[in-house]
């Protein structure tokens, strides 16, 4: 069954450093989206992705994130410089057209020491 | 703004119970609404899709339904089994310019004990 593949599934990172979340959707699917999960709080939106460009964008999503599709299957979600607030489950998703049921992959476990 | 709330936080039942899980939403112009289980650490599963023309979706032992003008969802659980086990969580689906962009709740926490 076709899934959403997320890696790393957990990095650990310093403050004020780079990171690249990666994910490759379901093959078939048009709608790219990235969430995360602070522990113990819910699922939040970041961004939505389709046509090659953000769709929406949460107040989360500030100037320090930014997304790219940079070839035909991978989705990736670039934190510029880390905070500590920024530790997080981190998810992708994407769904079909015509179709909005969002598939989810297994998620990143973001910590920033 | 869209805000969902889940009713019970957590729920402990005996296996081979019915139960019912409640979510409530603020703004009923949604598109659709979804619900998902996630394991401890894990990703979100998908379980059931309703459109807002639907009233109702079924898979196995799971029945979803949905009333938009009372903005509730329920999402009915026969027969529990201690793999039931896991955090329900809902979501809707706004639609429109926001296509796709889901508003979740804060989940309930099933415990089905043998």
């Known amino acids: 069954e076709p899934e959403v593949t997320q890696t790393p599934s957990h990095q650990v990172t310093q403050m004020g450093q780079e990171v690249i979340l990666r994910c490759v959707p379901i093959s078939n699917h048009l709608y790219f989206y990235w969430y995360r999960q602070i522990l113990g709080q819910k699922v939040e939106f970041l961004v939505s992705?389709?046509?090659?460009?953000?769709?929406?964008k949460s107040e989360i999503f500030d100037d320090q994130f930014s997304v790219e599709r940079p070839d035909g299957s991978n989705f990736t979600l670039k934190i510029r410089s880390t905070k500590l607030e920024d530790s997080a489950m981190y998810f992708c998703?994407?769904?079909?057209?015509?179709?909005?049921?969002?598939?989810f992959g297994q998620g990143t476990r973001l910590t920033v020491v | 703004k869209q805000e969902v709330t889940q009713i019970p936080a957590a729920l402990s039942v005996p296996e081979g119970e019915n139960l019912v899980l409640n979510c409530s939403f603020t703004?009923?112009?949604?598109?659709?609404l979804q619900w998902f289980r996630q394991d401890p650490g894990k990703g979100l599963t998908s379980l059931l899709l309703?459109?807002?023309?639907?009233r109702e979706q079924t898979s196995g032992r799971l029945n979803a339904s949905l009333d938009k003008s009372s903005g509730r969802s329920t999402l009915y659980i026969a027969a529990s089994q201690p793999g039931d086990s896991a955090t329900y969580l809902c979501a809707a689906n706004a639609g429109g310019t926001s296509y796709g962009k889901l508003t979740f709740g804060q989940g309930t926490i099933l415990t089905v004990h043998p």
């Open positions: 998703a994407s769904s079909g057209r015509g179709n909005t049921e969002a598939f």
């Open positions: 992705f389709y046509n090659n460009e953000i769709s929406e």
């Open positions: 703004d009923s112009a949604i598109y659709n």
């Open positions: 309703i459109q807002s023309s639907q």
